[in-house]
Each structure stands twice: as structure tokens, then as C-alpha cells.
């Protein structure tokens, strides 16, 4: 069973960069073309963030595209995501999941929040 | 960017009841339109790809059809536990991948 786990802080200060790490488990990150990241504002709808294939070709979401940036890293079998310059706007459920369009694995999620 | 348009935004229903979600993309996407649900506090499950085909583990109450512009996400007959939110989800014209605003299903 494939297993997704998103690890990061919990609390981002206005301005600074937001990381946040996907650790895949029960199965390799090689086995799947594409792994992606997807966020939730509180009370709100989904937005897709950004993808990456299992050879390191990225994709961004245009409305974000300036301040992120998306990693693999096969060694450890994990994904990044960092998002520079955030703001209050930034504050969401993020969430790492694997497909593209038709994810059929995610994470469970964590809370990011922007505050001083 | 493709939008898609999910109606109505709140669906008052009964269990046991037809459930029936409509997806409208502003362009043709062929048929390549997922479905999730999301519970709150979860993440999205994905019940049905390209359109039509359900997931691994989803029961046959639910089915998607539709191509071109418009799609339909029906469930047979509701069980409690299909009370949630619903997204549709298109990867025809990408970056970016791009989600409706959900339907909410909920017991009347």
C-alpha cells in the first residue's frame, strides 16, 4: 500500500519561504510518472500547485510559477515544494498526491499558516 | 486556463436517493475529467478517471459519463456515507491542472 506523508512547520512568517516534503512509502517514487502538490485555503476549493515526473520535467501552477520551486529526490523516495515570498493568501491545507489529474494516492495534508 | 463550472453548488438529498452532479468546461477536454470526494478533514478520494472509469475500490453506485464540455457524476442510490463535497478535475490542457468549485451533497 502506498502510503504519502507531508512533513514541514506548521507556521510560515509573511514574506519568508514555505518547504514542505512528500515522504513516499510503500513503493517507489520511480513507479509513477508524475507526483504533484495540491492546496485547500481553509473552507475553500482545491488549486493544483505544481507536478514533477519521476525524470525531474516540472510543471507549475502560471499563477504561482514565480515563487516555487519543485524537487525529487529518489534517493530518500521523497518530493519538495518550496514557495517563496508567501502571504496570509498562501495559508492552506497542502497536500502531496501522486497522478496527474487522477490522483489516486495523497497525503493527509498539513496545515500551513502565514502569521507574524 | 480551462474552467469548469460544477452545478448545482448544494445538493439537498435523501439516502437512498438518485444523486446526480453536472461538470461543464469552458472548452473541450475530450474525456479527461476525474472525479473526487472529499470528507471533511480528509483528503480528495478519487472516485472516477478519464470521465467514465471508476477508481480501484469504488462501489458500482457511483458513475461518471459525459465528453466534449459536459460531464455527469451520478450516484445510484445515496448511503450515508456519500454525504460530502465532490470536485471535478480536468488534465486535457495543462499547466494547469484545474478543479471545479465542488458540489456539496448533503441529507435533506
Known amino acids: 500500500q502506498v502510503r504519502l506523508q507531508e512533513s514541514g512547520p506548521g507556521l510560515v512568517k509573511p514574506s519568508e519561504t514555505l518547504s514542505l516534503t512528500c515522504t513516499v512509502s510503500?513503493?517507489?517514487?520511480?513507479?509513477?510518472?508524475?507526483w504533484g502538490w495540491v492546496r485547500q485555503p481553509p473552507g475553500k476549493g482545491l488549486e493544483w500547485i505544481a507536478e514533477?515526473?519521476?525524470?525531474?520535467?516540472?510543471y507549475y501552477n502560471p499563477s504561482l510559477m514565480s515563487r516555487l520551486t519543485i524537487s525529487l529526490d529518489k534517493s530518500k523516495n521523497q518530493f519538495s515544494l518550496k514557495l517563496n515570498s508567501v502571504t496570509a493568501a498562501d495559508t492552506a491545507v497542502y497536500y502531496c498526491?501522486?497522478?496527474?489529474?487522477?490522483?489516486?494516492?495523497w497525503g493527509q495534508g498539513t496545515l500551513v499558516t502565514v502569521s507574524s | 486556463e480551462i474552467v469548469l463550472a460544477q452545478f448545482p453548488a448544494t445538493l439537498s438529498l435523501s439516502p437512498g436517493e438518485r444523486g446526480t452532479l453536472s461538470c461543464r468546461a469552458s472548452?473541450?477536454?475530450?474525456?479527461?475529467l476525474a472525479w473526487y470526494q472529499q470528507k471533511p478533514g480528509q483528503p480528495p478520494r478519487l472516485l472516477i478517471y478519464?470521465?467514465?472509469s471508476r477508481a480501484t475500490g469504488i462501489p458500482a453506485r457511483f458513475s461518471g459519463s459525459g465528453s466534449g464540455t459536459d460531464f455527469t457524476l451520478t450516484i445510484s442510490s445515496l448511503e450515508l456515507e456519500d454525504f460530502a463535497v465532490y470536485y471535478c478535475?480536468?488534465?486535457?490542457?495543462?499547466?494547469?491542472?484545474?478543479f471545479g468549485g465542488g458540489t456539496r451533497v448533503e441529507i435533506k
Open positions: 498526491a501522486r497522478g496527474i489529474g487522477a490522483a489516486d494516492y
Open positions: 478519464d470521465a467514465s
Open positions: 472548452q473541450s477536454i475530450g474525456n479527461s
Open positions: 478535475q480536468q488534465r486535457s490542457n495543462w499547466p494547469p491542472l484545474t
Open positions: 510503500g513503493g517507489s517514487i520511480s513507479d509513477r510518472n508524475w
Open positions: 514533477i515526473s519521476r525524470t525531474g520535467t516540472s
